[in-house]
């Protein structure tokens, strides 16, 4: 049974990329989502949905190869030159942890596209184990890693007037989970 997709997302005014995978596999979703992320959802707002194409990469069975298809297609358009709104190298929400392990075990890092590349391709196995051990983390190692990422990509100049975050803290939810930045965080006092 299938459980998601990949995808890749195309600007036709800049022909810039951005590789995805969703579970929502219904005609509707498949059709019309064209992707998530921070730069991609600028891109969306400054290009306009019409100018970008979707491409459907193929349907997966299960997360392990879904997230192996998605990091092997980001390294191998990242490889071949193309640019990619991706922040990241794709698969597991637990990047930091994947990346990690793939300089331990083969000395590469998703800035040296032609290595990280060449490191999946000739090791499938071992990445995709890898790729696994990733994503069966806590919920406490996620939200770790998910507070790092948020440092990496939110705009923390300014206090949070719905949650009450410092300058230089998180977002955080009623339940104290990080988030993204509310809405009016970064509004003008
Ligand atoms: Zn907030």
Redo the contacts with the bound molecule.
């Keep these: 049974m299938t459980i998601g997709y990949l995808y890749v997302t195309r600007s036709e005014i800049d022909g810039v990329l951005y590789v995805g995978q969703s579970s929502k596999t219904d005609a509707d979703s498949v059709a019309n989502y064209l992707g998530s992320g921070d730069y991609f959802k600028q891109a969306i707002a400054e290009h306009g949905v019409e100018n970008f194409t979707k491409t459907v990469l193929g349907h997966f069975d299960d997360q392990a190869a879904l997230d192996f298809a998605e990091i092997h297609a980001i390294a191998r358009l990242r490889a071949d030159g193309h640019q990619l709104l991706n922040a990241g190298v794709g698969g597991p929400r637990t990047q930091r942890e994947f990346i990690r392990a793939m300089f331990q075990r083969f000395g590469v890092l998703p800035q040296m596209p032609s290595a990280w590349l060449q490191a999946i391709d000739e090791n499938p196995q071992e990445v995709r184990d890898l790729v696994a051990a990733g994503a069966d983390v806590s919920t406490e190692d996620f939200y770790r890693e998910y507070e790092a990422q948020l440092r990496q990509t939110q705009d923390l100049s300014r206090d949070?007037p719905?949650?009450?975050?410092a300058v230089d803290d998180v977002?955080?939810t009623r339940t104290g989970n990080p988030?993204k930045?509310?809405v009016g965080?970064l509004a003008p006092a």
Aim: charged share 25%; proline share 0%; aromatic share 0%.
């Design positions: 949070c719905r949650c009450g975050a977002c955080r988030s930045n509310h965080r």
